[in-house]
């Protein structure tokens, strides 16, 4: 089935660094990436979604110069935390849908990165 | 913004139990998914079902929706221990962007 990676899956991180966060899809292309935020024992909420050699679009409320997002290639998304806020301390998740024809609505997530920020 | 609301938010039955498990959305949709989240991991597709159908099943999954009352249900029959997690409902209403909206989730507990 298909695959979704993330890397790190856990960064401790000093106050005012910047942290990347990668999201690969292992076997198959993915068009459009997903970014999610969750916060213990909440929901998912939606940050951006990523495309592949476009700029990602943002949900409301979601800084864009914060939360720095790369869809470069169609296997690879890039979230960036940059100056990195005891508050930005959360899980952060990727989803990839399968460009194939017949599963679009199909999402695959990974399995979250957590980012602790000191 | 937090389309679906879920309840219960916590439910705690014995194992062979039924579960029962309630999601309601706000908009029109184009599909709505059941995922599941086992402690501080990643999110597992369970079912999707499609703004067109009514019911669904997948092993000892029952899925439900109602577009009048804007509302799905999940069941999961004869259940196990190794069915504790957290449960969401996500909705698409996107079109073809396949944005989902989450739900708060209902967190599962089955006692052995």
């Known amino acids: 089935g298909a695959v979704v990676s993330q890397h790190p899956s856990r960064v401790i991180c000093k106050s005012g660094t910047s942290v990347k966060i990668e999201c690969r899809s292992l076997?198959?292309?993915?068009?459009?990436m997903f970014w999610y935020r969750q916060f213990p024992k909440q929901s998912l909420m939606l940050m951006a979604t990523?495309?592949?050699?476009?700029?990602?679009?943002?949900e409301q409320g979601v800084e864009k110069d914060k939360f720095l997002i790369n869809h470069a290639s169609l296997t690879l998304s890039t979230l960036t935390v940059t100056s990195a806020h005891p508050e930005d301390s959360s899980f952060y998740i990727c989803?990839?849908?399968?460009?194939?024809?017949?599963?679009?609505?199909?999402?695959?997530f990974g399995p979250g990165t957590r980012l602790t920020v000191l | 913004s937090q389309q679906g609301e879920e309840d219960p938010q916590a439910l705690s039955i014995q194992e062979g139990e039924n579960a029962t498990m309630n999601c309601s959305y706000k908009?029109?949709?184009?599909?709505l998914q059941w995922y599941r989240q086992n402690s501080g991991r990643g999110l597992v597709h369970l079912i999707l079902?499609?703004?067109?159908?009514r019911e669904k099943h997948s092993g000892r999954l029952r899925v439900t929706l109602d577009t009048s009352k804007k509302s799905s249900s999940l069941l999961i029959t004869a259940s196990r221990a190794a069915d504790t997690a957290s449960y969401f409902c996500?909705?698409?209403?996107?079109?073809?962007?396949?944005?989902?909206?989450f739900g708060q989730g209902t967190t599962l507990q089955v006692k052995p």
């Open positions: 908009t029109s949709i184009n599909n």
């Open positions: 989803s990839a849908r399968d460009r194939a024809a017949g599963t679009m609505d199909t999402q695959y």
């Open positions: 079902i499609r703004s067109n159908e």
């Open positions: 990523s495309n592949e050699g476009s700029k990602a679009t943002y």
């Open positions: 996500a909705t698409d209403s996107s079109g073809n962007t396949g944005k989902l909206i």
């Open positions: 076997d198959f292309q993915a068009t459009t």
